[in-house]
């Protein structure tokens, strides 16, 4: 069983950066678990944004933050963490961080890949 709580949300300008954290507890990444993060904006539906594989030598991202967004994980520290820069007022919504036990290089980038689901961070990114 793992438990992933999600910090470091919050209110940001347009144009400005913020970091995501994903703390793991219950068991640790190093014994191998892919992880991603996804948000949802109110009315919309849950969206995929960034995935790493269990080693981070693989990460994907939605083509709406490629080049803005930077997906990274610390297995000593069980974390991972989702860097934002140049953030829009699109990007509003709450992230949320998964994970799933998977294989070496695996990597997941829709959210039936994973089942274990953080509660969320909301992002607000003001105009």
């Known amino acids: 069983q793992v438990q992933l709580v999600e910090s470091g949300g919050g209110l940001v300008q347009a144009g400005g950066s913020l970091r995501l954290s994903c703390a793991a507890s219950?068991?640790?990444?190093?014994?191998?678990?892919?992880a991603g993060w996804f948000r949802q904006a109110p009315g919309k539906e849950r969206q995929f944004v960034a995935a790493?594989?269990?080693?981070?030598?693989?990460?994907s991202y939605a083509d709406s933050v490629k080049g803005r967004f930077t997906i990274s994980r610390d297995n000593a520290k069980n974390t991972i963490f989702l860097q934002m820069n140049s953030v829009k007022a699109e990007d509003t919504a709450v992230y949320s961080c998964?994970?799933?036990?998977?294989?070496?290089?695996?990597?997941?980038?829709?959210?039936?890949?994973?089942?274990?689901w953080g509660r969320g961070t909301q992002v607000t990114v003001s105009s």
């Open positions: 219950g068991r640790t990444f190093i014994s191998g678990y892919r």
């Open positions: 998964a994970a799933e036990h998977a294989y070496f290089g695996s990597i997941g980038t829709a959210a039936a890949d994973y089942n274990y």
């Open positions: 790493i594989s269990i080693g981070g030598e693989r990460t």
